[in-house]
């Protein structure tokens, strides 16, 4: 299987800055992909990463590096509105989105 | 038009009922999905469509029968489902399915179905 491992919970204070980890098995890796999800509500998309490296959206960052099957999505300057859950997807050739388990971020005062 | 539509939002049916969800989107996207959604748990994959044709069914039980009507719709029709079936369904599409680039997904808003 593609295994695909996230913290399950994490805390963070408004303003702070916050690393959400994944890792995911190598083989066939085609893409890596970050979405929010508020509770009840559809994900939403926030980044793609399928070269090494860093890719800058705003207060979100995300990195990849392939050969240590290993992505972090980087929230700076946290504000509440970003408690929710991020689901890290990975993407296998000839096959479709394996989601993690999802991280449930809360962002107190 | 960049939003994939599902109606119902919410939907309460008993275990004897038949009812439908629907999915629908122009972007043009050739690749149509169902998703289930427990509470605090990740997406898990039903079904997928591409092209209009049945590409993978992740051995979901028959009470649930997806259709797709033509490229931009897809329906998921419910027959005597069990309360362990409540959960948030979400439809999603992409440009294409499998290997091809950057073909990232997007959601509906999803369904909430409660079976009593």
């Known amino acids: 299987g593609q295994n695909i491992d996230q913290p399950t919970e994490m805390t963070a204070t408004e303003g702070a800055i916050v690393q959400i980890n994944c890792t995911y098995q190598t083989s066939g890796f085609n893409g890596l992909f970050w979405y929010q999800q508020h509770a009840g509500e559809a994900p939403t998309f926030l980044s793609y990463n399928v070269l090494d490296g860093l890719e800058e959206k705003g207060r979100f960052s995300s990195f990849l590096s392939r050969s240590k099957g290993y992505s972090y999505l980087l929230l700076k300057e946290l504000q509440m509105k970003d408690s929710a859950s991020y689901l890290c997807a990975v993407r296998y050739y000839g096959q479709n989105f394996v989601f993690g388990p999802g991280t449930r971020l809360s962002v107190l005062p | 038009d960049t939003e994939v539509t599902q109606t119902p939002k919410h939907l309460v049916m008993g275990m004897t009922n038949k009812k439908s969800l629907k999915c629908e989107q122009h972007m043009g996207h050739r690749a149509m999905y169902w998703y289930k959604q427990k509470a605090k748990k990740p997406p898990e994959l039903m079904f997928v469509?591409?092209?209009?044709?049945?590409?993978i069914n992740e051995s979901v039980p028959s009470r649930f029968s997806p259709e797709c009507p033509n490229s931009s719709l897809l329906n998921l029709h419910l027959h005597a489902l069990q309360p362990e079936d409540s959960a948030l369904y979400l439809c999603?599409?992409?440009?294409?399915?499998?290997?091809?680039?950057?073909?990232?997904?997007?959601f509906g808003s999803g369904t909430r179905l409660t079976v009593v």
């Open positions: 469509y591409s092209y209009e044709k049945l590409s």
């Open positions: 999603a599409s992409s440009q294409g399915a499998g290997g091809e680039r950057n073909y990232g997904y997007t």
